[in-house]
Every structure is written in structure tokens, then in C-alpha cells.
């Protein structure tokens, strides 16, 4: 379901729900206990919203609870280490990374490398 929602919001090239879709993710991620990916996920979250001059306060809220999360998970060293990964990231890299990240053990998500 969540492969498909990405899928439609790409048809869409609707980028504001994407890059907060995204950082739905790294929020998933930091409390699923994944924090480097999440980092890299949100950066790459943070990035679009940055590229298409999107700031929506609930945007705001989400990634900041999600960075409060991850500096209880990280040293700052790794924190900056993901964070530049993410930021390098394009978001359909970044969804995909995530729905591996989230995907139960041993199973891959290839379906969104494939879109």
C-alpha cells in the first residue's frame, strides 16, 4: 500500500506529499529503531522540501519530533555521516531505501526500483 501511494503521488509529480511522505517514513524508521537510515530519509525529505520552497508547520512538527528521536540514537558524528547520505539522495532513492528499511527480514521491496 505504501509502494502505491508513492507510485500515484509520482504519476501526480505531486512533490510536496512526496518529500512529506518521505519524512513519514524516517519517522517510522526512527522509532522502528532504524536511526541512520532515518536520517538519510529525512534529509533527503528535508531536501525536497527545501528545493520546492515548501515549509508547512506540520512538516515542521513531523521532522522535528523525528530529530528529537534521533539525537537520542546517534552520536553526532553518525547523525552527520547519514544526514549527508540523505541530503545526496533522491526521494524515489530514499522511498525505496525506506521500504526496505521497513519491509519484514528477508523480504525486498524491488517493485519500487522498478517503477
Not at 540514537?73 to 549527508?84: G, K, N, T
Not at 526521494?91 to 524491488?110: F, I, N, R
Request: hydrophobic share 50%.
Amino acid at each position: 500500500m505504501l509502494e502505491e501511494s508513492q507510485r500515484i503521488l509520482r504519476e501526480l509529480n505531486d512533490l510536496l506529499l512526496i518529500a512529506a511522505g518521505v519524512g513519514r517514513f524516517a519517522s517510522l524508521l526512527a522509532v522502528a529503531g532504524r536511526p541512520a537510515t532515518a536520517a538519510q530519509v529525512l534529509a533527503s525529505s528535508t531536501a525536497l522540501m527545501e528545493e520546492i520552497g515548501a515549509s508547512p508547520p506540520w512538516f515542521a512538527r513531523i521532522r522535528e519530533k523525528t530529530l528529537a528521536v534521533l539525537h537520542t540514537q546517534l552520536d553526532e558524528a553518525a547523525f552527520a555521516q547519514s544526514w549527508e547520505e540523505g541530503l545526496t539522495m533522491t526521494a524515489d532513492e530514499a522511498v525505496a531505501l525506506a521500504l526496505d528499511s521497513l519491509a519484514p527480514a528477508g523480504a525486498t521491496v524491488d517493485k519500487q526500483r522498478e517503477g
